[in-house]
């Protein structure tokens, strides 16, 4: 009878701690998280967002959280929960719960885009923050909270850079080097150091390769090569012959590219060729095994294979080109492993249709390159 009335009390305090404003958010999230593309799920996630709104500020560690683990489009409605808990309570005349969003962000298990929100938030309330926390933060695993600590040392870099201290300002540089993973930054610290006389190779320090075996060119008229599987993809044999579509014999070449950042031009190895399908190879030595992002650009369709897995595929012409616009991501050995790539031109003559190149570069998940050796013949 005891034990019985203290599970009745427990539930009475329970259902008296709810009516109170406290509740289990839990399903709200749910709901919110379970969005998805062109809609779907949007109207329960709206009713849920606006009973997330009238939580109290305790609430925003656990909204926060929901991130780490939300696709896209559930993280922008949790974004917007955030800064709406938030805004509504300081204009109603309360705190933030400042501890528990110093702990979140520090936290380095949550999301990079969490933490970050949740940093904004603290940086609202006290202008100080960035003092506080970006010293810390150079190595931090979230490109969204190391890039402003960079961008610290960057700043104490030019002052030095403008007062003409120039020993103090390559040093500085050289520490925002070490730790900026951003090209835009990376690239602005390449130039200061150049103008200090200190020369950066953007190509080694990316982790671009630019020492290749080629081969080619296999047939791609009307589009057939991207979907062909050639000899090279069932395994590469560097003394291998292989046959064009005209009965012409294809064999293995070395390339070492003097382009920058690694960029491999099929048109300069072989001629302006059309529906054609070209493939680089590379051997690279690990020290470890670790995660890595093969990243690659390129105008034309791309294949990437690593330890002889495809880890991405697009076919798609002529899109534009930009650094890192196509991510496969796999497990690089320790000791010897297989980079393929194939890259398909297609049968369009117009000018601006020509470009037939890529560039490939080997890196962690921020885009720092990765220690490895690239194996000559």
């Not at 709810?18 to 749910?30: F, I, N, V």
Request: glycine share 8%; with cysteine.
């Amino acid at each position: 009878m005891r034990n019985l009335c203290v599970s009745i009390a427990c539930a009475i305090i329970l259902l008296s701690s709810r009516a109170s404003g406290g509740s289990d958010l839990t399903p709200l999230l749910a709901r919110i998280k379970a969005v998805a593309s062109e809609g779907k799920g949007n109207p329960a996630a709206s009713a849920a967002l606006k009973e997330l709104i009238k939580q109290g500020p305790e609430a925003l560690p656990e909204i926060l959280g929901a991130i780490n683990d939300a696709s896209p489009q559930a993280a922008n409605w949790l974004r917007s929960a955030v800064d709406a808990v938030a805004d509504r309570a300081l204009s109603g005349g309360k705190s933030l719960p400042v501890k528990k969003l110093e702990a979140f962000v520090r936290d380095t298990r949550h999301s990079g885009q969490a933490r970050r929100l949740a940093y904004e938030w603290l940086v609202r309330i006290d202008d100080r923050t960035p003092d506080r926390f970006l010293p810390d933060m150079l190595d931090d695993p979230g490109a969204e909270l190391r890039r402003d600590a960079v961008a610290v040392v960057i700043k104490e870099a030019q002052e030095y850079f403008d007062k003409e201290q120039k020993a103090a300002a390559s040093a500085a540089y050289r520490k925002a080097l070490t730790h900026a993973r951003d090209r835009d930054q990376i690239q602005l610290i390449a130039a200061r150091l150049k103008k200090l006389g200190v020369e950066v190779d953007l190509t080694a320090h990316f982790g671009f390769i630019n020492r290749w075996q080629v081969v080619g060119s296999f047939d791609n008229k009307k589009g057939v090569g991207f979907h062909t599987v050639y000899p090279p993809e069932k395994g590469v044999d560097l003394a291998a012959v292989y046959k064009d579509k005209d009965g012409v014999a294809l064999r293995w070449q070395e390339h070492e590219t003097k382009l920058p950042l690694g960029l491999v031009d099929f048109n300069k190895i072989y001629g302006n060729l059309h529906g054609t399908t070209a493939f680089a190879f590379a051997v690279v030595t690990s020290p470890s095994e670790r995660p890595v992002e093969l990243r690659a650009s390129s105008n034309n369709a791309i294949q990437m294979f690593l330890n002889g897995k495809q880890i991405f595929g697009r076919e798609e012409y002529h899109h534009g080109t930009r650094m890192d616009q196509h991510v496969g991501k796999g497990i690089l050995r320790a000791g010897r492993n297989e980079i393929l790539v194939k890259v398909s031109q297609n049968e369009q003559t117009e000018a601006w249709a020509q470009t037939w190149t890529f560039q490939l570069r080997v890196c962690d998940h921020l885009g720092a390159a990765v220690p490895l050796v690239v194996e000559k013949k």
